[in-house]
């Protein structure tokens, strides 16, 4: 019998019926519906945290599986589902001037922040969770920074000079799992950022998650810390994975993060600009198409 990741001891297993997968099933449907795009793990953890399934790893496998095959039958929409680490690229190609013209004024959007007094990022260690979060940076015009683990020098050093070329006070925002690697991943991209920057620039590097305080007073559901890890050296306690704050509790945090740095005087103005120069582009689109 092998040892689980999550557990001291070999766990014995029983043969699920019929009706415990339908009652696992129907928790997949609530918990998802409610509360979409999530993650698998994510979707596993808030399982867990209600006690309907354990949190040894051969479970968060299981869900894999109940999960696909509700999707398989239907029962589930795929997108539902976040999955960002897979992707394509494509050149956007129209069918014509008529087409670009409206596409155009369709998508038109002043950049929030070009009349604000902060520059915002947000930075986030996984790219499974970038499915959940950039419906909420999309909406405020910020960039997601998907750091995947330690970030190379070259992708630290790209967005300092993105930084600089704002001009402005700038906040960098993180969320990484509390754990050793979290905690390196952080203080990493911290001195690594700041070393190309000029001295004194004004940035601040702020935790979003996983912190001290999420995981007491949200009661998040932990996973024992790799002994393994070089870095677990002085590390207290057990981890935490971002996946086990709830989907729609990471776009808050984001949210409030954005929203303490908007001046709502400024940002109307931006949208009625942004109205205005709409309508003149559909204008112009109409008067290409009658002139055609």
Known sequence: MSKEVY??????????????????????????????????????????????????????KNVGRYLLAMRR???LPYH???????WQRKPRTYSGLDDVLHETARTYRRPIWEDQDAYLEIWIEKDTLA????????RWDVPLMVCRGFASETYLHDAA???????????????????????????????????????GYPV??????????QIEQWHLPTRPTKKTDSRS???????????????AMLR??????????????????????????RETLYEIQEQWGGAA
């Open 80 to 86: 539902w589902i976040a999955d960002s680490t897979r």
């Open 161 to 199: 000079e993105a930084i600089k070329e704002q001009g402005k006070p700038t906040w960098l925002y993180l969320m990484v799992d509390h754990d050793p690697s979290g905690h390196g991943i952080a203080a990493h991209m911290e001195r690594i950022i700041r070393g190309f920057l000029p001295e």
């Open 252 to 277: 808050a945090i984001v949210r409030d993060a954005l929203e303490r740095h908007i001046d709502p005087d400024a940002l109307a103005r931006t949208r009625q600009v942004e109205h205005l120069e």
């Open 204 to 213: 601040t590097v702020d935790l979003l998650a996983v912190t001290p305080q």
């Open 73 to 75: 039958r239907g029962d």
């Open 7 to 60: 557990g001291a001891r070999p766990i014995k297993r029983h043969r699920r019926t019929r009706g415990d997968i339908y009652g696992i099933e129907q928790a997949i449907s609530r918990i998802v519906q409610a509360d979409n795009p999530m993650t698998l793990r994510g979707l596993f953890y808030r399982l867990v945290s209600e006690g309907v399934i354990g949190k040894e790893e051969h479970e968060y």
């Open 233 to 247: 050296k002085g590390f207290i306690g057990e981890s935490v994975e971002l996946d086990a704050i709830p989907p």
């Open 131 to 138: 499915g959940v979060l950039y419906q909420e940076t999309e």
